[in-house]
């Protein structure tokens, strides 16, 4: 099956696009050479081909969305950088200055 102007024109249309004639044209040859490429693919037998779903067998590894806090040498070094520190019980928070206003 090979496309001609119409069917351009229809698929524009379709599509909601605006195509120019000399877009057309080049349109139509690029078309019609993918469908070739297409047509070459129907002529495998893929009979007994079972089909596949993934190119290799690496699967995702999932893991559990746990965050852990360590209260150690990392934390305190960057709260040593702060201005204010709040403290709490749980956590460490900077304390900046009010940034929205009435």
């Known amino acids: 099956m090979l496309i001609n102007a119409h069917e ?18 080049n349109y139509i040859q690029d078309l019609n050479i ?9 002529e495998v037998n893929t009979d007994n081909i079972m089909p596949t779903t993934h190119i290799t067998s690496t699967r995702n590894v999932w893991r559990q ?3 852990y806090i360590e ?3 990392i934390t305190t070094v960057l ?6 520190i709040e403290k709490s019980t749980k ?5 900046i ?6």
């Open 65 to 67: 969305d746990i965050v």
């Open 97 to 102: 200055e009010k940034v929205i206003t009435k």
């Open 91 to 95: 956590n460490f928070f900077y304390k």
């Open 34 to 42: 993918m469908l070739k490429c297409v047509a070459i693919l129907h």
């Open 71 to 73: 209260h150690g040498t």
């Open 79 to 84: 709260m040593k950088n702060a201005p204010c």
């Open 8 to 25: 351009l024109n229809n698929l524009a249309f379709l599509s909601k696009i605006y195509i120019q004639r000399q877009e057309a044209i």
